[in-house]
């Protein structure tokens, strides 16, 4: 006959290699994946091109790093959702970036437009100006003349 102590540690083994064992077969997953899967991983999870690693233990090390497992199905859910979320936020904080560049651009286009009427509007008056001077001293000439 077994001891409560020697039960009570055998349920604590069990559970050990229970929760072990689940533990260690979904954090395994990713190291059956290939280079090129590892890096699409890295790189939809934030880690730019030219700071991924080449060799494939640090792609692993990097994964290892960035690797979430859902522990159930609503926690994946939940979990997609929330990406969907803060993808179109990033989409959308892009789009408006891309209407203020594009309306700074069209102000300042608009400013350039603005400085050559003004130019041209003060050589055309410049212009009418001396064409008037002429015409009155014609207008003079002719005045005295008469």
Known sequence: M??????KRD??????????????NRSAEYLTWPDARLRAYLRMHGLPESQLP?????L????RIRYVIAQTRIDALIQNIRDAVYGSIETAEEKLGSVLGMLGGAKDEAEVKRRQAAASAS????????QAAKLKKEADRMKNEL
């Open 2 to 7: 077994r001891s409560d102590a020697q039960v």
């Open 54 to 58: 080449t060799s494939r233990p640090g």
């Open 60 to 63: 692993l090390h990097e994964v």
């Open 123 to 130: 050589k055309a008056a410049a212009a009418a100006e001396t």
């Open 11 to 24: 349920e604590l083994v069990g559970l050990i290699n229970t929760k072990y064992t689940s533990a260690a």
